[in-house]
């Protein structure tokens, strides 16, 4: 079992910036995949970002591509986003997920934390 828990979003206006954390318990957070999804009102949850178990690797959302960053620190048990010129079409709940599949789902999910970008 692992636990997620996210932090750092907020209200940001448009072409601010935001990192959100992500804490995973367990002694099994280096083996995973990690990564990001978000949920907009009204509509499905969408993938954003994730990263392989060593960091090597990070695959974005056209949408993101170029703004945000996914990074991981195996020694913290964290992932990481850097958003950068954020948009009011960015607007979501974000959940920070474990053992990230083919960039549609997860094995586990935090919480989730909510980025609001005004325009």
């Known amino acids: 079992q692992v636990r997620l828990v996210e932090s750092g979003g907020g209200l940001v206006q448009t072409g601010g910036s935001l990192t959100l954390s992500c804490t995973a318990s367990?002694?099994?957070?280096?083996?995973?995949?990690m990564g990001w999804f978000r949920q907009a009102p009204g509509k499905e949850r969408e993938f954003v970002a994730s990263?392989?178990?060593?960091?090597?690797?990070?695959y974005y959302a056209d949408s993101v591509k170029g703004r945000f960053t996914i990074s991981r620190d195996n020694a913290k048990n964290s992932v990481y986003l850097q958003m950068n010129s954020l948009k009011p079409e960015d607007t979501a709940i974000y959940y920070c997920?474990?053992?990230?599949?083919?960039?549609?789902?997860?094995?586990?999910w935090g919480q989730g934390t909510q980025v609001t970008v005004s325009s």
């Open positions: 367990g002694r099994t957070f280096r083996s995973y995949v």
């Open positions: 990263i392989s178990s060593g960091g090597v690797s990070a």
């Open positions: 997920a474990a053992d990230v599949v083919q960039f549609i789902g997860a094995r586990y």
